[in-house]
Each structure stands twice: as structure tokens, then as C-alpha cells.
């Protein structure tokens, strides 16, 4: 049984059910089905396409399958807006850009601008609430101080998103990774409903870093809540081990990936009032180093229970003492029994 939504918040979100399912697949189906709204390819080598719903990721896969599906519920529209590729199907708009290297000497004006041209695509096509976003970053923590390519990606994110409305309650939930190449890839998911922001009492908002971690804070959420008639989705940002605004454990990846198992319980707990338990529907996670891979993944594998696929990657985080970080899709599990 779910347990009561705010009146007020159900009144304004609860019309539309959920409108897509995650799936895997080992290979880019050919040709992709009319309902998809994105297809993620995870590989070093770019997939033979150019649908705008097909979202390559070069990167080396380390665990879990190569190919990720929103499969949606209703018919789909794709298209093209300048450079941003989007599909839509009435309820959620699937997004991505890519910016190259060479557009990349001056990453705070560039993100500035590549998010005020994601909010004024998102809200021209009806879908004003930016639920979710990736970024991928070549080189992330290169450059000394403020300079560093993270910090000024930071600044020029949320030099863009202080100025729309109420920013701060409804900020996006985000990941943030570093690539060895690819530029500026971003990635965005936003719905005709907004969400609800989740914060985590273990942890300082992003939005609210102290100075030391860059001239602007991170514009996002630890996790989104998405009340869906059908039920609620807990969408959980890139979550690593912070607790406070401090990186804990650097140097013991093992203890690294308990912090964060402790974070995304405390991310579940959050959104107790909407679901008397979440089940994981998928994870993705990062690592800064393969080799780690065999001591930490039973220990990842029993985070999540044998059943959900876990894509791990080979990435850098976005602060260099991080080895590892972790996001999931959490669905309410509405057959449970409310807990005890
Ligand atoms: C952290 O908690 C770790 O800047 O969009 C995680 C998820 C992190 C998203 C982002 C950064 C971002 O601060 C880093």
C-alpha cells in the first residue's frame, strides 16, 4: 500500500501515470522501435546512427550490459533544435547536445549558454520541469584552482539556473563525470509536471557548498520525486561519499562505496511519505580506476540484490580524492507491506 502525497502536490501531478520503463539490450536494436525516447550506448566505439534518440557515452564498460532503453508508453515525437537532439511523448522530453572540445576554451560561457538553451527548448515545447540531468566532461578536474574545468563548469551552470524562477525548489537532480574525450556531452530529462527536490540530511545541499569547493556552487539535487498515478520514482542524482560538504575515505574505496550506500538509504528514507519501500530499478556506477572493480563488486552487487542490472564504468569523479559513485532509479514498491 503507498502511503498519502500531499494534497496539494497531488492535485498538481498526479493526472499522468509513468510514462516510460527502463530495458537492456547487448546491442543498439536495428532499426530502433518507434517507442523509445532514448537509447543509451555505453561503448568506447560510436554506434552506427544518427537517430536523435541514440545517446552515446564513450567510455570502457566494466560490468552490466552495453545498451539502455527508455522504452515509452505512448507514441513518440524526435527532432532536432539547432544542435539538441529531443524525443517526447506528452509527458517527458529525452534530451541531449554535445558540445566538442574545441568549443571548450571557455567552459563557464559555454555551459551558461548550453543551459539557457536547454530551459528555453524545454519550455517552448511544454515540458518546463528539468527533472534530470547528465554531464559528462572531458578532462573534469584539469586546471589549478577556481581554473579547474569542474569549477567552471559550476559557475557557468548555475550563473544559468539562478536566473529562472524559484531555482532553488526545483533544482534538478544531476551526475556530473569525467570523459578522457567527447567535449561536453549533456544529457536532460524534463516532464510537463515538476518534480518534487529531495535533499539528504547526511549531506549540505550542493547548492549551498561553501566557497572552498569553487566561486559558484553545483546547481543540483541529491535525488527527484516524481508521484506518478501509477506510483512514484525516486531518480537519484550521482551520489558519492560526501557527508556534510567533505569527501570521507579518500584513499579506502571500500569504506567509500559503505558512505554511500548509507547516503542512498538516507535518499530512500526521504521519500518515505510517498512509498512504503523503493526497489531499485537500475544503478549506474562510476569508478576511477578498473582495477578496483573485483574488490568492490560484491559489495555493489549486494547494495542493489541480484536482480537489478548495474552498468559499471570507467570514469573520473568529479573531485579528484572521490574513487567511486553511484546513481540509481528507485521505483515505490507498492506490493510491500507498509514497514514496521
Ligand atoms: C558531490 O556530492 C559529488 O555537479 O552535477 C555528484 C552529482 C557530484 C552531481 C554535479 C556532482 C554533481 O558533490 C559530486
Not at 10 to 38: F, G, H, I, K, M
Not at 171 to 179: D, K, R, S, V
Not at 307 to 321: E, G
Request: aromatic content about 8%; hydrophobic content about 40%.
Amino acid at each position: 500500500m503507498r502511503a498519502r502525497v500531499s494534497d496539494s502536490f497531488l492535485s498538481a501531478t498526479a493526472a499522468a501515470s509513468r510514462p516510460y520503463r527502463v530495458r537492456y539490450a547487448d546491442r543498439l536494436p536495428q532499426p530502433l522501435p518507434e517507442r523509445v525516447l532514448a537509447c543509451i550506448v555505453r561503448d568506447p566505439v560510436a554506434p552506427d546512427s544518427d537517430d536523435p534518440r541514440v545517446l552515446h557515452l564513450p567510455v570502457e564498460r566494466l560490468a552490466g550490459p552495453a545498451v539502455e532503453l527508455w522504452e515509452s508508453v505512448a507514441p513518440v515525437r524526435s527532432g532536432r533544435d539547432a544542435d539538441i537532439d529531443y524525443a517526447e511523448n506528452d509527458a517527458l522530453l529525452f534530451g541531449q547536445v554535445c558540445l566538442p572540445q574545441c568549443a571548450l576554451d571557455a567552459v563557464a560561457g559555454q555551459t551558461r549558454t548550453l543551459y539557457q538553451r536547454i530551459d528555453a527548448l524545454i519550455r517552448r515545447r511544454g515540458y518546463p520541469g528539468l527533472l534530470r540531468v547528465w554531464h559528462f566532461l572531458e578532462a573534469i578536474t584539469e586546471g589549478e584552482g577556481d581554473q579547474e574545468r569542474y569549477r567552471q563548469f559550476s559557475l557557468g551552470r548555475h550563473q544559468a539556473i539562478a536566473q529562472m524562477p524559484d531555482f532553488e525548489s526545483c533544482l534538478p537532480a544531476a551526475t556530473a563525470i569525467g570523459l578522457s574525450r567527447g567535449g561536453l556531452r549533456v544529457w536532460f530529462m524534463a516532464t510537463r509536471q515538476r518534480a518534487r527536490q529531495v535533499e539528504n540530511p547526511r549531506q549540505v545541499s550542493a547548492f549551498r557548498y561553501p566557497r572552498q569547493y569553487g566561486p559558484r556552487s553545483p546547481s543540483f539535487s541529491r535525488a527527484v520525486l516524481m508521484p506518478w498515478a501509477d506510483g512514484a520514482d525516486l531518480i537519484v542524482s550521482g551520489t558519492a561519499s560526501v557527508v556534510g560538504h567533505e569527501t570521507v575515505h579518500a584513499g579506502a574505496p571500500a569504506q567509500q562505496w559503505r558512505e554511500i550506500v548509507e547516503n542512498l538509504a538516507s535518499l530512500q528514507r526521504q521519500g518515505a511519505e510517498e512509498a512504503t519501500a523503493w526497489s531499485a530499478e537500475y544503478a549506474t556506477v562510476y569508478l576511477r580506476d578498473a582495477a578496483l572493480l573485483p574488490a568492490l563488486l560484491p559489495a555493489i552487487r549486494d547494495a542493489f540484490g541480484p536482480d537489478v542490472p548495474v552498468t559499471i564504468l570507467r570514469a573520473d569523479i568529479c573531485r579528484d580524492d572521490l574513487d567511486v559513485e553511484a546513481e540509481a532509479l528507485y521505483r515505490a514498491d507498492t506490493a510491500s507491506e507498509p514497514r514496521p
